[in-house]
Each structure stands twice: as structure tokens, then as C-alpha cells.
């Protein structure tokens, strides 16, 4: 179960590949900044997440009106996660959790996905400017979408 509303976020730093080449991308970097939407999904390249990354890049300029950055994680290399940007015009941060260490650190880390190994469970949190985790949901399959009307009322909230 993903951690809980209240909870320190757990800071992390992470690759994400850009023209430019990979860049580290930290939740601290936000800390008195701006809140942060951490978004996990499973994998690239599959069609759930594809929408879903879609449908929050179409979308990214309500996120920027409420002060806030999104970041999305998953397993997947950062040069994975870059080919799979540029073929869907994903326009969203993605950062590579490829160890798996932020997925088990916000307790959203799945054992085994459809056989082929552990990977992130599609979850949200909203971490304010402080870090605290102010929303949390971990969705009850990975083929389901987070509540991201919730996420953005938290946001409007936190403004």
C-alpha cells in the first residue's frame, strides 16, 4: 500500500534522458518551490500507460496554473523511456526508477507484474512544497487510472 497522507515524501534522484542527454531529476529540487505530482506507472511502451501519459501531457498547463511539477516514474531505462517520449509526444518529466529503489521507498512496488517481474503499481501523490505528502492513491490494478481530478482539487487546495 502506497504511503500515506501526512508522510515525509521520501526524496530520491533519479536519470531522465533528454536531447541534451541524462539529467538528474530529484523531488528536492521542488522543496520551497513548487508542490510536486509524482506519478508511478508500470512500463512504457503499454497501452494503459500510453494513454495516461498522453492524456497528462495534453493537460500539462493546469498542472503549471496550480504550482506544480509533474514527474512520472517506472522501471524502464531512461533511454527507454525517451524513445517512448518521442514516438507518443510525451511531453511530461519521466525519471527512470531502474533499481527500484523509489518504487519500494513509496511502497508502490508490485512483486511480480503479468509474470515478468516486479515493476511500479500505477499510483499519484500530491508532495507540497514542504514534501509532505498531501494525496496519495494507489490504483487497484495496474490497469486502472488514478483519480486525477482529486489530485488537481488537492492541488487547487494547496495553492
Known sequence: ?????????????????????LRDISLSANSGKKNTVLLFFPLAFTGVCTAEMCDVSAGLASYSELDAEVIAVSVDSPFAQEAWALKEKIGITLASDLNKTTAKNYDVLLDDLAGIGSASARAAFVIDKSGVIQYAEQTPTPKDLPNFEAVKAKLAELR
Open 1 to 21: 500500500m502506497a504511503l500515506s497522507v501526512g508522510s515525509k515524501a521520501p526524496d530520491f534522484t533519479l536519470k531522465s534522458k533528454t536531447a541534451n542527454g
